[in-house]
């Protein structure tokens, strides 16, 4: 089993940057890809940002420019800097993992959430 938790949501004025941080345990050798989505008041869960075991990223294009996923193998983590926020970045962002090379076929671990709100 693989947990996953996060930390550094908070409350931002519209401009201002947050980085979130998630760390891993457990079975973190079965770990692929990893992510970060995100779910807004009212609204379906959607993914944000995608890293997979050897680097390579995709990421939303609402957030594009703006949002930078990062992994550090070495100490089990991923990062999400998060630059230039807008009020409709307010939403839970939950950290997410996989076994597979990307999300397409699910997500097999979920981090349990933290809140982002974006002030105007």
């Known amino acids: 089993q693989v947990e996953l938790v996060e930390s550094g949501g908070g409350l931002v004025q519209a401009g201002g940057s947050l980085r979130l941080s998630c760390a891993t345990s457990?079975?973190?050798?079965?770990?692929?890809?990893m992510g970060w989505y995100r779910q807004a008041p009212g609204k379906q869960r959607e993914l944000v940002a995608r890293?997979?075991?050897?680097?390579?990223?995709n990421y939303a294009d609402s957030v594009k420019a703006r949002f930078t996923i990062s992994r550090d193998n070495a100490e089990n983590t991923v990062h999400l800097q998060m630059n230039d926020l807008k009020p409709e970045d307010t939403a839970v962002y939950f950290c997410?993992?996989?076994?597979?090379?990307?999300?397409?076929?699910?997500?097999?671990?979920w981090g349990k959430g933290t809140l982002v709100t974006v002030s105007s």
């Open positions: 997410a993992a996989t076994r597979r090379a990307t999300f397409n076929f699910g997500v097999d671990y």
């Open positions: 457990g079975s973190i050798f079965s770990i692929n890809a």
């Open positions: 890293i997979s075991s050897g680097g390579r990223t």
